[in-house]
């Protein structure tokens, strides 16, 4: 069964090397900026929902229940950035130019 979900990780392992590699290359611009959050936290929440939803049913091993909060971790992290705005501002606190 192990070898015949190789393909399976093997593709899934591609998409999220290409997601990053393209998250990392960004341009420092707002646009840019927001769509490489908009990318990590579609990526965060699909993994995260996978996990929570197969590692208790047993499905996937249960070291993915680590993968899980790291995962989450993750989400927090790009939350917490906020949203940028189209003047460069991240949008979570008061605007310098007032």
Do not use: F, N
Request: aromatic fraction near 6%.
């Amino acid at each position: 069964m192990q070898h015949e979900q190789d393909w399976l990780v093997r593709t899934v392992s591609g998409l999220l090397v290409s997601c990053g590699w393209s998250q990392i290359r960004t341009c420092p611009t707002p646009e840019c900026l927001s769509q490489a959050r908009r990318i990590g936290l579609g990526a965060a929440l699909t993994l995260l929902a996978i996990d929570l939803v197969y590692v208790p049913k047993g499905k996937v091993r249960r070291s993915h229940a680590l993968d899980a909060v790291i995962e989450a971790g993750w989400l927090v992290a790009w939350w917490r950035c906020g949203p940028l705005m189209t003047d460069g501002s991240s949008g979570t606190g008061p605007s310098e130019s007032a």
